[in-house]
């Protein structure tokens, strides 16, 4: 059988894979989701969800730094990875002795595929279809809710120290335009940084948005970036509301709608 990942590249496979190792926490949650568990045999320190994920499998590493040697006791059927999350240099390495499937996502509409992906590969397409249908009619109905709303000028942050915030391409961004903020940094590629002095003079901003993830942003964080812009609302976010694709879009919808 003969796939094709979000890169483009061609994968091959003998079978349907029975164990499955997962290189990115958003897509480990999808595998459960869609009733996978039971395949999952490796998993990152950054598989929190289900919060047992890391009791029940083997854990291999990060995202960023893998144990091969551990990878190579599960003989793994496929490996799954991330062009952000994970490195080219680990995909390359990787490839060389195991198929690896690699996501790319910016967009809701990139998140949909690879759930249609995943239910192609794992012999799971009524599962995965029944997820994207519920994702759409949550999608849906939030832009019908938001739709009236006043646009807000806004600024998320996901680092402090360097001071770092999601700009144009990324999956933050397209969720922002989603909630109609207007993100001050679209215009700006990935994760630019700004200094100090840039925070301390940031004008015209409805909104300051302080992710819990990577960065976990605390009420500490919070009263600091105040200090800094006392006109400026600034707000704690859940992070993986922003951040995971896949099934956490089922639920994000619903969030949004509380920072309305």
Same mark, same amino acid.
């Given at each position: ?6 890169l ?22 999808? %595998?459960? @989701?869609?009733?996978?568990s039971? #395949? ?11 919060? +047992?994920?890391?009791?029940?499998k083997? =854990?291999?590493?990060?995202?960023k730094? *893998? ?11 496929i *490996? ?13 390495? %990787?490839?060389?002795? $195991? ?14 595929? !690879?759930?249609d992906? $995943? ?9 995965a279809?029944?997820? *994207? +249908? ?19 000028? =806004? @600024?998320y /942050? ?10 144009? &391409?990324? /999956?933050i961004h397209?969720?922002?335009? !989603?909630?109609? /903020?207007?993100?001050?940094? &679209? ?7 700004i200094s100090?002095?840039q925070?301390?003079? !940031?004008?015209? *901003? ?8 990577p960065?976990?942003? +605390? ?16 707000? !704690?976010?859940?992070?993986? #509301?922003?951040?995971? $694709? &896949? ?7 619903? #969030? ?5």
């Open positions: 059988m003969l796939y094709t990942d979000q483009g590249r061609d994968i091959k496979l003998i079978s349907t894979p029975a164990r499955i190792i997962s290189l990115v926490p958003s897509q480990t949650e999808l %595998l459960v @989701t869609l009733g996978l039971n #395949y999952i045999v490796g998993v990152t320190k950054f598989c929190v969800h289900p919060d +047992s994920i890391r009791k029940e083997r =854990v291999v590493g990060g995202t730094n *893998i144990h091969l040697d551990k990878i190579r006791q599960l003989s793994p059927d *490996i799954l990875c991330n062009k952000e999350e994970n490195t080219k240099e680990i995909v390359e390495i %990787l490839e060389e002795e $195991y198929p690896v499937h690699v996501s790319d996502i910016s967009t809701v509409e990139e998140s949909l595929e !690879l759930i992906q $995943y239910g192609e590969i794992f012999n799971k397409t009524n599962d279809a029944t997820l *994207i +249908s519920e994702i759409r009619s949550e999608l849906k109905s939030f832009s019908e809710f938001i739709k009236d709303k006043p646009q807000k000028r =806004v @600024t /942050f996901i680092w402090r120290k360097p001071w770092m915030v999601a700009g144009k &391409g990324t /999956f397209h969720l922002l335009e !989603l909630n109609g /903020f207007i993100n001050m940094f &679209g215009v700006q590629d990935r994760y630019p940084e100090e002095e925070l301390s003079k !940031l004008k015209d *901003i409805d909104l300051i948005l302080l992710s819990s993830e960065f976990p942003f +605390s009420e500490e964080h919070k009263n600091e970036v105040a200090k800094m812009l006392p006109d400026t609302k600034v707000i !704690l976010v859940d992070g993986e #509301y922003f951040s995971w $694709y &896949g099934s956490r879009l089922a639920q994000a919808f619903t #969030y949004f709608r509380t920072l309305h």
